[in-house]
């Protein structure tokens, strides 16, 4: 690769269906590998459309998306040029995945035409000789017309990255990935919601890929990336959903403020404590939410606590915090590892926001 390390290539328009498809991808990268909960920051538009990177940086999911209908073979082995060019670059990638709609079954073998879910996972394996030799074709076409591949790279790499992509059928109902992400129950949110939460995360991407132009760019290395501004973070999805979840986006609230859900005041009011302490006791209050929002490998957990809270609150109105917090399912993780100020704050929030449905 000479003296550069890794050069930004030209990004293409997004058409709509490009659009949602992308939001397809990240959220498959989000919840539907076995090492999901490992991704910490996602990279929209750089290495590909969507990169995954875990909290140390050195395991990375690169993700290249279509959004286009049934795909061919020769198609395929096109639209895998991006991910092959970042398979023979400096950088490890450890996943190269390529996100479609769907496929015709006549392409693949006995073993994967049964797909009876929205999402499957294919490898090379799964498709029929014919299928392979028309995908191989494509990818050849495809470097050959692109001036950002190389030339120094031999068969052997070439069969080597097939042998490794991952092909996703990724088309569930945008609904579904959010119902997937989020551990949510129907009794909680309806899926007007869950939709309007997914057009919210695809509106986000779009607003990070559109926000500047990074083509030609010269990372020097990995970590370089987080200067371009195209980050978008596990936690910034996750109180995403909670915000929609519960009406109440109070973790912006204090964003440079102290925030008062008004089913907190009482018990705030009946701590013997200065106004600078109450402060305090706030601002610990949000940090403690956000420390739990960033456990990924408790996210079922934190999910399994809001749909309680949310049940007990809907069932039973006239409750105080404290008595919802009482009734809160004490086998969950975090009603001992968590601050009770810390929890009844929460509560506040959710029955807060509870309350402006009615």
Excluded at 121 to 145: H, M, P, Q, R, W
Excluded at 267 to 288: F, G, P
């Amino acid at each position: 690769m000479g003296e550069k390390f890794y050069q930004v290539a030209s990004a293409e328009k997004t058409t709509k269906s490009a659009a949602e498809q992308e939001t397809r991808t990240l959220l498959f990268l989000m919840g539907y590998l076995q090492d999901s909960e490992m991704i910490e920051t996602f990279i929209i538009d750089v290495f590909n459309d969507v990169t995954a990177l875990d909290r140390e940086e050195t395991k990375i999911w690169d993700a290249q998306s279509k959004g286009d209908g049934q795909c061919s073979p020769k198609e395929i082995g096109k639209d895998l040029v991006t991910l092959f060019r970042n398979f023979i670059s400096i950088i490890d990638f450890n996943y190269y995945i390529l996100s479609i709609k769907d496929i015709s079954n006549k392409n693949l073998t006995l073993v994967a035409i049964s797909r009876k879910n929205p999402i499957t996972i294919l490898t090379y394996s799964d498709f029929t000789d014919d299928a392979k030799a028309e995908i191989k074709n494509g990818l050849l076409v495809a470097c050959n017309d692109k001036t950002y591949i190389d030339n120094d790279y031999s068969e052997k790499d070439i069969d080597d990255f097939l042998n490794k992509v991952i092909i996703v059928l990724n088309n569930d109902k945008p609904q579904n990935y959010i119902k997937k992400i989020a551990f949510t129950k129907e009794e909680i949110i309806d899926e007007k919601v869950l939709i309007q939460i997914f057009n919210e995360i695809k509106i986000k991407q779009i607003s990070i890929k559109t926000s500047s132009d990074v083509n030609g760019i010269i990372l020097n290395s990995v970590q370089d990336v987080h200067k371009l501004g195209r980050d978008l973070n596990f936690i910034t999805i996750n109180s995403l959903i909670l915000s929609r979840i519960i009406n109440n986006d109070f973790l912006d609230k204090n964003n440079g403020s102290q925030y008062i859900p008004i089913y907190f005041s009482d018990y705030l009011i009946s701590l013997n404590m200065s106004d600078e302490d109450k402060i305090d006791l706030l601002q610990d209050c949000v940090n403690d939410i956000y420390r739990i929002l960033s456990f990924k490998n408790m996210n079922k957990e934190f999910w399994s606590l809001l749909n309680d809270i949310v049940i007990i609150c809907k069932e039973n109105k006239g409750l105080n915090v404290k008595e919802i917090y009482e009734m809160i399912n004490k086998k969950n993780i975090y009603y001992s590892s968590i601050k009770v100020e810390s929890m009844l704050y929460f509560i506040a929030c959710v029955k807060g926001g509870l309350k402006d449905e009615d």
